[in-house]
Protein backbone atom coordinates (compact mmCIF):
# COMPACT_ATOMS: atom_id res chain seq x y z
CA UNK A 1 0.00 0.00 0.00
CA UNK A 2 2.96 2.52 0.95
CA UNK A 3 6.76 3.04 -0.71
CA UNK A 4 9.08 0.86 1.66
CA UNK A 5 7.94 1.92 5.15
CA UNK A 6 9.55 0.15 7.89
CA UNK A 7 7.61 -1.05 11.62
CA UNK A 8 10.10 -2.35 13.91
CA UNK A 9 8.27 -4.65 15.94
CA UNK A 10 9.55 -5.46 19.47
CA UNK A 11 7.99 -8.56 20.69
CA UNK A 12 9.97 -11.83 22.26
CA UNK A 13 7.36 -13.88 22.31
CA UNK A 14 7.83 -16.08 19.12
CA UNK A 15 3.91 -16.70 18.62
CA UNK A 16 2.91 -12.98 19.32
CA UNK A 17 5.64 -12.15 16.33
CA UNK A 18 4.37 -14.82 14.13
CA UNK A 19 0.76 -13.60 14.78
CA UNK A 20 1.98 -10.26 13.80
CA UNK A 21 3.17 -10.73 11.04
CA UNK A 22 0.51 -13.28 9.81
CA UNK A 23 -2.17 -10.52 10.65
CA UNK A 24 0.12 -8.05 8.55
CA UNK A 25 0.20 -9.83 5.93
CA UNK A 26 -3.45 -10.81 5.85
CA UNK A 27 -4.21 -6.58 6.11
CA UNK A 28 -1.34 -5.74 3.42
CA UNK A 29 -0.37 -3.05 5.66
CA UNK A 30 3.02 -2.70 5.69
CA UNK A 31 5.33 -3.02 3.15
CA UNK A 32 8.24 -4.37 5.57
CA UNK A 33 8.10 -5.65 9.06
CA UNK A 34 11.45 -5.67 11.21
CA UNK A 35 11.42 -7.74 14.58
CA UNK A 36 13.90 -7.86 17.19
CA UNK A 37 13.81 -10.16 20.44
CA UNK A 38 14.96 -7.82 23.03
CA UNK A 39 15.00 -4.37 24.46
CA UNK A 40 18.72 -4.58 24.23
CA UNK A 41 18.19 -5.19 20.15
CA UNK A 42 15.69 -2.35 20.22
CA UNK A 43 18.03 0.34 20.69
CA UNK A 44 20.98 -1.45 18.92
CA UNK A 45 19.10 -1.09 15.71
CA UNK A 46 17.25 2.06 16.40
CA UNK A 47 21.18 3.78 17.44
CA UNK A 48 23.24 1.67 14.99
CA UNK A 49 25.20 -0.02 17.44
CA UNK A 50 26.31 -3.93 18.48
CA UNK A 51 24.70 -6.01 16.05
CA UNK A 52 23.10 -3.39 13.94
CA UNK A 53 25.76 -1.14 13.57
CA UNK A 54 26.03 -1.48 9.88
CA UNK A 55 22.38 -0.98 9.46
CA UNK A 56 21.93 1.01 6.30
CA UNK A 57 20.78 4.36 7.38
CA UNK A 58 18.30 4.58 4.92
CA UNK A 59 16.52 1.26 6.49
CA UNK A 60 14.75 3.46 9.48
CA UNK A 61 11.02 2.40 11.02
CA UNK A 62 8.50 5.32 11.33
CA UNK A 63 6.88 3.58 14.11
CA UNK A 64 7.78 1.29 17.01
CA UNK A 65 5.41 -1.48 17.85
CA UNK A 66 6.85 -2.40 21.56
CA UNK A 67 6.04 -5.27 24.25
CA UNK A 68 6.58 -4.06 27.37
CA UNK A 69 7.68 -7.51 29.54
CA UNK A 70 11.14 -8.20 27.31
CA UNK A 71 14.63 -9.87 28.58
CA UNK A 72 17.93 -7.82 28.76
CA UNK A 73 16.00 -4.13 28.90
CA UNK A 74 12.27 -4.00 29.52
CA UNK A 75 10.05 -2.28 26.96
CA UNK A 76 9.66 0.58 29.37
CA UNK A 77 13.36 1.60 29.85
CA UNK A 78 13.24 1.61 26.05
CA UNK A 79 10.88 3.75 25.92
CA UNK A 80 12.72 5.96 28.47
CA UNK A 81 15.81 5.95 26.84
CA UNK A 82 14.27 6.58 22.90
CA UNK A 83 12.70 9.61 24.62
CA UNK A 84 15.08 11.21 26.37
CA UNK A 85 17.57 11.03 22.70
CA UNK A 86 16.92 14.12 20.53
CA UNK A 87 17.67 11.16 17.87
CA UNK A 88 14.55 8.92 18.38
CA UNK A 89 12.75 11.55 20.57
CA UNK A 90 9.72 12.16 17.80
CA UNK A 91 9.52 8.29 16.69
CA UNK A 92 5.59 6.82 17.18
CA UNK A 93 5.75 4.18 19.99
CA UNK A 94 2.69 2.10 19.84
CA UNK A 95 3.23 -0.24 23.36
CA UNK A 96 1.85 -3.32 22.04
CA UNK A 97 1.17 -5.88 24.91
CA UNK A 98 -0.58 -7.98 27.21
CA UNK A 99 -0.79 -6.24 30.18
CA UNK A 100 -3.90 -5.40 31.62
CA UNK A 101 -1.81 -3.27 34.60
CA UNK A 102 -2.99 0.37 35.37
CA UNK A 103 0.47 1.28 36.42
CA UNK A 104 1.99 -0.10 32.78
CA UNK A 105 -0.62 2.33 31.08
CA UNK A 106 0.27 5.39 33.19
CA UNK A 107 3.96 4.67 32.63
CA UNK A 108 3.80 4.15 29.24
CA UNK A 109 2.41 7.54 28.47
CA UNK A 110 4.39 8.96 31.46
CA UNK A 111 7.53 7.55 29.48
CA UNK A 112 6.16 9.10 25.89
CA UNK A 113 4.16 6.34 24.43
CA UNK A 114 2.30 7.27 21.46
CA UNK A 115 -0.34 4.87 22.29
CA UNK A 116 -1.15 1.91 24.58
CA UNK A 117 -3.03 -1.32 23.15
CA UNK A 118 -3.76 -4.54 24.83
CA UNK A 119 -3.11 -7.50 22.71
CA UNK A 120 -6.34 -9.41 21.90
CA UNK A 121 -6.30 -13.03 22.73
CA UNK A 122 -8.50 -14.03 20.26
CA UNK A 123 -6.67 -14.27 16.69
CA UNK A 124 -9.03 -12.53 14.48
CA UNK A 125 -9.37 -9.86 17.36
CA UNK A 126 -5.94 -9.47 17.08
CA UNK A 127 -5.84 -9.45 13.02
CA UNK A 128 -8.22 -6.29 13.21
CA UNK A 129 -6.80 -4.49 16.12
CA UNK A 130 -3.20 -5.11 13.70
CA UNK A 131 -4.79 -3.82 10.57
CA UNK A 132 -6.34 -0.74 12.16
CA UNK A 133 -2.82 0.04 14.44
CA UNK A 134 -0.99 -0.83 10.43
CA UNK A 135 -3.46 2.10 8.88
CA UNK A 136 -3.33 4.33 10.87
CA UNK A 137 0.36 4.65 12.02
CA UNK A 138 1.91 3.49 8.03
CA UNK A 139 -1.02 5.23 5.85
CA UNK A 140 -3.10 7.87 7.79
CA UNK A 141 -0.26 9.34 10.55
CA UNK A 142 2.38 12.12 9.59
CA UNK A 143 5.30 12.34 10.69
CA UNK A 144 7.20 15.57 11.85
CA UNK A 145 8.98 16.89 8.77
CA UNK A 146 12.77 15.84 8.65
CA UNK A 147 14.65 12.67 9.38
CA UNK A 148 12.59 10.14 10.63
CA UNK A 149 13.31 10.93 14.42
CA UNK A 150 16.34 7.60 14.20
CA UNK A 151 20.04 7.81 13.92
CA UNK A 152 20.83 7.74 10.48
Known amino acids: MNRNRIMLVVEDNPHDVELTVRAFQKSRVVNELVVVADGR???DYLFREGVHADRDPARTPEVVLLDLKLP???GLEVLRRMRADPRTRRLPVVVLTSSNEEKDIVSSYD???NSFVRKPVDFDQFAEATRQLGLYWMVFNELPPGPSG???
Open 150 to 152: VVK
Open 41 to 43: EAL
Open 72 to 74: KID
Open 111 to 113: FGA
